[in-house]
């Protein structure tokens, strides 16, 4: 048996052993934000006023001056709209697209239904989300499907992020998914809110410094994420589901599991 078929069934062996408890968290930690790769497809009102947003993982927002949250208690979330780079249109499926979009929404559901109602009509104490899709570039799977099998010791692998200017442990064929999001009041159409962020998928652990068992724990989670074209991108749907969920509860001063 060769070197990478052995390692191959090492890594297989402790996927199970992991269980499917690390699968299931793996989108706090397989993909991570690179604010250079952010779009700003003119979607939104003024780029010029974001900055890193906290806790958004890179994530570049604004607000309005003293937006007061907590006289908003139902949340409703528009239509997505999809802009794409002509050369990203003729590399995806349309039906990829709906399965993704629809995806997005029900993991936006899902992290704010226990705090929010979520209703389908505009008005007073209704946020809206406005959502456009601006970056999405799958996996490519025949060079991840090697490229994953590589062991963590493989030094020009592990910081190839960081090489090419983006987040350690990222690599240039894990795909990418780009959002524009916008917060309107339900009555006014008063814009409350904005952000932007692209998130790269990678294999290795943010803090490569922190040794190999940090890394390992990601590449792990991230493993089967791999051989899916989209796995990636809905990583990242969860991931900013949970952040706007917890930015939500944050600024109506509530726990985010509160109704």
Not at 36 to 49: E, H, I, Q
Not at 116 to 133: C, F, N, S, T, Y
Not at 200 to 228: C, H, L, P
Request: charged fraction near 20%; hydrophobic fraction near 40%; charge should be positive.
């Amino acid at each position: 048996m060769s070197h990478q078929a052995k390692y191959a069934t090492a890594v297989g062996l402790l996927v199970l052993l992991n269980g499917c408890a690390n699968m299931a968290d793996s989108g706090s930690n397989v993909t991570a934000s690179d604010p250079k790769k952010a779009t700003r497809t003119g979607f939104l009102s003024n780029y010029a006023k974001m900055e890193k947003a906290p806790g958004g993982d890179g994530a570049l927002c604004w607000r309005q001056p003293g937006l007061d949250l907590k006289a908003y208690n139902q949340v409703m979330i528009s239509r997505m709209v999809v802009t794409l780079k002509d050369e990203q249109i003729k590399g995806v499926d349309p039906a990829d697209l709906k399965a993704l979009t629809d995806y997005f929404y029900k993991s936006l559901v899902t992290a704010l239904k226990p705090q929010m109602e979520i209703v389908d009509k505009p008005g007073a104490g209704v946020v809206v989300l406005r959502i456009a899709l601006t970056d999405l570039v799958p996996t490519s799977v025949g060079r991840s499907a090697m490229g994953t099998l590589i062991p963590y010791g493989f030094v020009a692998e592990a910081g190839s992020g960081v090489a090419a200017g983006g987040p350690a442990g990222s690599t240039p064929y894990l795909g990418q998914t780009g959002m524009e999001i916008q917060f309107l009041d339900g009555a006014t159409e008063a814009i409350l809110a904005e952000c932007i962020d692209t998130q790269i998928g990678r294999k290795y652990a943010a803090d490569v410094e922190s040794g190999a068992s940090g890394a390992t724990s990601t590449w792990i989670n991230g493993y089967m994420n791999s051989f899916q074209s989209w796995s990636y991108a809905r990583n990242a749907f969860d991931k900013w589901s949970k952040q706007i969920a917890k930015r939500f509860a944050e600024l109506r001063g509530i726990s985010p599991q509160a109704k």
